[in-house]
Every structure is written in structure tokens, then in C-alpha cells.
């Protein structure tokens, strides 16, 4: 398997650096806490690591070191396609390096053997009410895949603690593999009815078999976006609550099931991955408000009446950046080369064009830019996937990527679980107290 032998190769040097790190250089300071941060849900606390993905504040995310321009560029791409194969990005997450069309065709075909579901899991899914929420779905049927896990039977077999990373890397791949299959059949059956398995196809890549498997009339213009979408929405550093969750329990050496369902659990809430359904009701809304995409003028007056009512403008904003997020930038001009008279395509410009403005004039904004969420919804939208409950679910494959391609390596490295220590409240009052004092 080209991963295993790739990793297997910088384990060694990987190590000696991990090693030095926490026995020779343990007590180097590199952050203070502040109150703020404490009682502010640890924002810009630097105390997570990770190689696999970075948000800069001024340039955005970066893949291995690679910005998301230099990564749609540098990836292979499938033959006619415009978007590099997901293959080619798992590969990047998981070695750090851009791999051949030859590389990336590799991991596409490890997909491709693991991307049956087994009956029980289907079975099981048409058990539920037709009216539970997606991510419910979801999330049973990848705890559900546990039973299976290499990592789970070779723990207790028993197993040295060098060898964590191979049975974790096993699991990695069987769940990216089938959790899109998943999904699409969540998403056939749900909104549609239908109770067949999804005809996953292994002449084509995980793009194309997933724009196949939901029956999206356009299919090689889905098959584009959904690259695209798995792409951008793979890794976004260990902070955030989907990944921060997948890593927390499986730093209890949980398997990747038990802990990427701790993942999508944090993706389900409304201040994470369910972000992107609201930012296109706005849009719609103001659609219907004006009949049509409205004027600046009145785009301008929408949008204060919106924050004058005690609203926000949802897709503004972002805990890291202070850029428009390249996310944001990426799929903006995904849809500008595909299909630029689209109302919301050409509502979701101007609104570029018009919020940060009103922001900035509001002043309570520290990055008025957009984020991935304000158009994500819209492409997803023009395409034919209007149930706006199952855009996380979407979500929740693409963030797959990331959160294994750090688990694996968590394993690898040997990383302790994780345990912060709290404080009281009054504890936190006598520190200010204490600063208080005169010296």
C-alpha cells in the first residue's frame, strides 16, 4: 500500500523530532493564557500540533505548506477535469508531498476495494424515522462500521505502541472509502425514497462516483464541484470543533469510528458545519425580498436592516482569518467560470462586494471578509441539492480527509492523551487581583 510504505519511510526521522521536542526542550515557552482566552473557549491558545494543515491569518489555509491556489494547480487532475482528484489530496495530507497522477491513481484504487458497505449498515439506516436529521444518518452508520476496525481487534490481540499507526491508517482508508457511498445513499433514500445500494463504479474517482451515486443530472460538472468541496473542506487545523473532537478522543486510543463520530457530533452545531445552510437562506431570502437580485442601494439597506434588527449576516467573519478565506475565493470563481448569471451567484458577489463594507461601518466585526460558508451552499444549490439539512452531511465527508490523515500521524507519533487543566472561577479572579496590586 503506497501510504503505509510512504509513512513507514519518515517515521524514524518523524520520531527523533518528536522525541527531542518533548525530552530536550520540554520547558521552552511558546504561549501565555490569558483570561480572556481562558473564559473565551481557548481562542488563539497555541497548544495543538499538527503538520497536516495551517491557518494563517493573513494568507488563509495551507495543505503540507501548500496554499489552496497552489494545491488546486500542483494535484493531478483526472483527464477533462478541471479539479485534481481527491485521491491526490489524501496523499498530500497523509505524506507531505505532491504526489504523480501515478500516486494518486494508487489511492483512488485503495478506495475503490474498500468502498463496499456492509448490508447491516443499509439495513439499519432504513430503520430510522424518515424524518431523522441527516447527520443522525450519517453518524450511526460510522459508528455502526465500527465493528469492523483493524485498529479495535489488533489493540486487543495486543500490539506494540510503534505499530498504532498501521491498523489506524486501515480504518483511515476504509472510512473515507465508504462515507461517501454512505452519504449518497443517505441522501437517495432520504429525500427520495430509494432503498437501492449506490452503484459505486471504480473506473471513476471518488469525485465522479459520488456525483454518479447521487444522481445529479450535470454530473461532470458535479463531479468537479464535489473534488472541489471534499477538497476545501478537508482540514482547517486541529482547533476547530470537528477536528479538535476526532482528536481529543482518539488521543484515548479509541478508533477512528468512535472518534470521528465524535467529529461529525461537533460538526451537527449550528456554530460549525450547519453555518453554510444559513448563509444561503440569506441569500434566498433577500432573493424573494426583491423578487430577484436586488440593487446595491437596496442590498446596502437589507443588509443594515438585518443587523439592525439583531440579526447577523451569516458567512462574515472568521475566528482566524482576516483575509477572505481562499475557500470562499476558490469556489467563487468555480462558479463564475461555470455559471455567472445565476442569481445567487451574482447575489453572492455583490454581497462580497457590499457586506464587509457595512461591517466595517457597524464596527463590531474584526474581519468582515467571507467565509467558506458564504458560497459553499449556493454551488451545492445550483446543482440540485436544495435540501439544505444534508449540506454538513457534505461537509462531514470532505472533513473525513483531514481528520484521519491527522490520526493516523497522532498515532504515529505517539501523542498522549490529551488532559488541559482546569481553573475555578475564583481562581481566575484572584490572578486578576493579584495584577491588580501595585508593586
Known amino acids: 500500500m503506497i501510504l503505509y510504505e510512504k509513512i513507514a519511510a519518515q517515521l524514524p526521522a518523524w520520531r527523533e523530532r518528536i522525541k ?17 482566552q481562558i473564559v473565551g473557549g481557548m ?3 497555541k497548544s495543538l500540533l499538527t503538520d497536516v494543515s495551517y491557518v494563517d491569518s493573513n494568507e488563509g489555509i495551507r495543505f503540507r505548506g501548500l496554499s489552496i491556489p497552489e494545491v488546486l494547480k500542483k494535484l493531478p487532475k483526472p483527464r477533462g477535469a478541471k479539479i485534481p482528484l481527491v485521491g491526490g489530496l489524501y496523499y498530500l495530507l497523509m505524506v507531505g508531498e505532491i504526489p504523480t497522477m501515478e500516486e494518486a491513481m494508487a489511492v483512488e484504487d485503495e478506495w475503490d476495494k474498500r468502498a463496499e458497505i456492509p448490508d447491516y449498515v443499509y439495513k439499519m439506516l432504513k ?5 431523522a436529521h441527516p447527520m443522525i444518518l450519517l453518524n450511526l ?14 489493540y486487543r490481540e495486543g500490539m506494540k505502541k510503534d505499530e498504532y499507526w498501521e491498523p489506524a491508517l486501515e480504518d483511515s482508508l476504509d472510512l473515507t472509502a465508504k462515507i461517501p457511498v454512505i452519504a449518497a445513499f443517505i441522501y437517495r433514500y432520504k429525500y427520495f425514497g430509494e432503498k437501492k445500494k449506490p452503484g459505486y463504479n471504480v473506473k471513476l474517482d471518488y469525485g465522479a462516483n459520488f456525483a454518479r451515486m447521487m444522481k445529479i443530472s450535470d454530473k461532470k460538472g458535479y463531479a468537479d464541484l464535489s473534488r472541489l468541496y471534499f477538497i476545501l473542506h478537508s482540514d482547517h487545523e486541529s482547533g476547530n470543533v470537528s477536528a479538535h473532537s476526532t482528536h481529543l478522543v482518539g488521543s484515548s486510543l479509541s478508533d477512528i469510528y468512535f ?10 452545531g449550528p456554530l460549525h458545519g450547519l453555518a453554510n445552510q444559513e448563509c444561503l437562506a440569506w441569500l434566498l431570502e433577500v432573493i424573494k425580498r426583491f ?13 443594515w436592516d438585518t443587523l439592525n434588527s439583531g440579526k447577523v449576516i451569516p458567512g462574515y467573519g472568521h475566528a482566524v482569518l482576516r483575509v477572505p478565506d481562499p475557500r470562499f475565493t476558490a469556489q467563487m470563481e468555480f462558479a463564475k467560470a461555470r ?9 453572492a458577489d455583490m454581497v462580497f462586494d457590499v457586506v464587509p463594507t457595512v461591517l466595517k461601518e457597524q464596527g463590531k466585526a474584526k474581519n468582515p471578509a467571507p467565509n467558506v460558508d458564504a458560497i459553499s451552499g449556493t ?11 444534508f449540506y454538513t452531511v457534505l461537509f462531514g465527508v470532505g472533513r473525513a480527509l483531514g481528520v484521519t490523515a491527522n490520526y493516523v500521524w497522532s498515532r504515529a507519533l505517539g501523542m498522549p492523551i490529551e488532559r488541559p487543566k482546569s481553573v475555578t472561577t475564583k481562581m481566575l479572579e484572584e490572578a486578576v487581583a493579584k495584577s491588580l496590586q501595585p508593586l
Open 20 to 36: 527531542s521536542l518533548a525530552k530536550d526542550h520540554a520547558e521552552v515557552v511558546v504561549d501565555k493564557v490569558t483570561v480572556g
Open 43 to 45: 481562542r488563539d491558545i
Open 127 to 131: 430503520t430510522m424515522p424518515k424524518d
Open 141 to 154: 452508520a460510522v459508528m455502526s462500521l465500527e465493528r469492523n476496525s483493524a485498529f479495535a481487534r489488533k
Open 259 to 268: 472518534a470521528y463520530s465524535a467529529g461529525l457530533s461537533g460538526l451537527a
Open 291 to 303: 423578487d430577484g437580485v436586488p440593487s446595491r442601494d437596496d442590498l446596502y439597506k437589507f443588509a
Open 339 to 347: 455559471f455567472p448569471h445565476d442569481d445567487l451567484v451574482r447575489l
Open 379 to 389: 454551488l451545492q444549490y445550483y446543482y440540485g441539492v436544495r435540501e439544505f439539512d
